[in-house]
């Protein structure tokens, strides 16, 4: 006497499948549980930090740095300065400013290692080195 399977018998051999179905329950708990102590434990970066490496690890930290100064040249120089001058560019700690006027260009030229100086101060470090005015 051939007897059919129930179709309980089918999908749950010796309780096969509810092994697996609580070891999944499980495994999704403890993957959980492990973030949860993993946030607590402080293995989680702050977004700075990240980013801070990121830039570290592809070799452009300088660059930002540098480009800084071209975003801060306004506020360091001040309003006057600012409207007969416009930042160019900036490539290993030279920064290239383009000047309206001769005269200008004259007078900026005696101001070049103070302007320098305010700069790194306010970026925060030695980025820029020297100042080309054209």
């Not at 434990?41 to 930002?64: A, P």
């Not at 506020?75 to 160019?88: A, C, L, Q």
């Not at 101001?111 to 030695?126: A, C």
Request: net charge positive; charged share 35%.
């Amino acid at each position: 006497m051939n007897r059919k399977p129930q179709e309980h018998e089918l999908f749950n051999v010796s309780g096969a499948s509810e092994d697996a179905a609580s070891q999944t329950r499980g495994k999704s708990y403890r993957s959980r549980r492990r973030r949860e102590d993993d946030t607590r434990k402080g293995r989680y970066m702050e977004i700075g930090s990240l980013i801070g490496e990121m830039l570290d690890g592809l070799g452009i930290t300088c660059r930002v740095k540098e480009s800084r100064a071209l975003l801060i040249w306004r506020d360091v120089v001040g309003d006057v300065i600012g409207d007969v001058t416009e930042p160019r560019s900036i490539r290993r700690g030279v920064l290239r400013v383009k000047v309206r006027d001769p005269v200008w260009r004259n007078e900026l030229t005696y101001l070049k290692d103070e302007i320098i100086d305010k700069l790194n101060r306010s970026i925060g470090e030695k980025v820029v080195s020297d100042v080309k005015f054209s």
